[in-house]
């Protein structure tokens, strides 16, 4: 029982192409985020959601689209792939919208844009 | 601006203590994390500090001073598992978390 799924754990990829990935969490936690983490292992928050609502959004290209479908899901989906896409995406959840630094990862979407 | 400094990398002996130290400047604080995070691996939570002192929990243990926006994270009797990035990561006022870039822990037999 994985507690924070995401599907795909690999994609590779042509530039220009649009593709999505996908997570699940079922700690019935009320927020979710989207992290990339490139080759120098920094992770960078791109999206966090609180049901359903949008709550932060760092400067992330509008390529990015965040959609979550409820409060279980939140999906990643780029449009126009860039070689500077190539990186890891991890989602991740929490309990609280607030006072929320203990994260719950998945196991990480490696993309290469070639 | 908001920053977290912490070494690239350290090396250690299997069976010693490692102290992996991290400092931080954030606008506002509440509270500082550690996570592991094994080679292609999700990182996982390992600690979370917001008043100052040692926090101890098994032979992981965290510290943290907020006067000196420092805070470390001590190893004892290292196993070959330990080897992983530690990512000391502090919470700001808004209660946004600002990451360090990791501390790779190599350990040798």
């Known amino acids: 029982d994985t507690a924070v799924s995401q599907t795909p754990k690999y994609l590779v990829t042509q530039m220009g192409n649009d593709k999505s990935i996908k997570c699940e969490q079922n700690?019935?936690?009320?927020?979710m985020y989207w992290y990339k983490q490139d080759s120098k292992k920094f992770l960078k928050i791109m999206f966090s959601?609180?049901?359903?609502?949008?709550?932060i959004n760092e400067t992330v290209p509008n390529r990015f689209s965040p959609k979550s479908p409820d409060k279980a899901h939140l999906n990643l989906h780029i449009n126009s792939l860039e070689l500077g896409d190539s990186a890891v995406y991890f989602c991740?959840?929490?309990?609280?919208?607030?006072?929320?630094?203990?994260?719950?990862f998945g196991e990480g979407s490696r993309l290469t844009v070639l | 601006g908001q920053n977290i400094d912490q070494p690239t990398e350290m090396t250690a002996t299997e069976g010693a203590i490692v102290q992996i130290n991290c400092t931080y400047q954030?606008?506002?604080?509440?509270?500082l994390f550690w996570y592991q995070q094994h080679a292609g691996e999700a990182p996982t939570f390992l600690s979370y500090?917001?008043l100052d002192g040692l926090e101890e929990k098994g032979r992981f243990s965290s510290f943290l001073s907020r006067s000196k926006g420092y805070s470390y994270l001590l190893l004892k009797e290292l196993q070959m598992k330990d080897s992983a990035s530690y990512l000391c990561?502090?919470?700001?006022?808004?209660?946004?978390?600002?990451w360090g870039a990791g501390t790779k822990l190599i350990i040798k037999p």
């Open positions: 991740a959840s929490s309990p609280l919208d607030r006072e929320a630094g203990e994260l719950f």
């Open positions: 700690l019935g936690h009320d927020t």
């Open positions: 959601y609180n049901n359903k609502e949008l709550i």
């Open positions: 954030t606008s506002g604080f509440n509270g």
């Open positions: 500090n917001v």
């Open positions: 990561a502090a919470m700001d006022s808004n209660y946004q978390l600002i």
